[in-house]
């Protein structure tokens, strides 16, 4: 008797995920701390790094496809690079003379989450 149960749950269900290392995961905790001392520094309230964590999660719904396409999202939100070009952005635009405190804002959460996801050992996924 052939099981053919097997490749379709190949293709849903739980999320694979990659383990962090210590190394990744003390430096994950150290971004999210640093995170959280400027976002108050630069007046932002610091709830809002909590209130808006799991916005980010929403990259999750790729999975209802299948594990490539849920990789794939998951992985284009939970990294550096987006949110380091916010930054950029942000501070030319400042030197430019122009007011664009929602970049710092929204770069501010995006870094907590991904800083947090990586202390708390949520790594990169697989796309298999």
């Known amino acids: ?8 749950e190949k293709h849903r269900g739980v ?11 003390a ?8 995170t959280v001392v400027l976002f108050v520094l ?4 610091w709830w809002w790094l909590l209130a808006l964590f799991l916005a980010f999660d929403l990259s999750f719904i790729g999975y209802a496809v299948n594990n490539r396409a849920g ?23 400042v ?15 995006w870094f907590f989450h991904v800083a947090a996801d990586r ?3 949520f790594g990169p996924r697989p796309s298999e």
């Open 15 to 25: 999320a694979p995920f990659t383990p962090v290392s210590p190394i990744y995961r």
């Open 1 to 8: 008797m052939t099981d053919f149960s097997a490749p379709a």
């Open 42 to 45: 630069t007046g932002f309230s």
């Open 95 to 109: 030197a430019a003379g122009v007011s664009a405190w929602p970049l710092a804002f929204i770069a501010g959460c």
């Open 71 to 93: 990789a794939l999202g998951y992985n284009l939100i939970h990294n550096y690079v987006a949110p380091t070009v916010l930054v950029a952005v942000y501070g030319i635009l």
């Open 27 to 34: 430096e994950g905790a150290a971004i999210a701390i640093a």
């Open 119 to 121: 202390a708390m050992g």
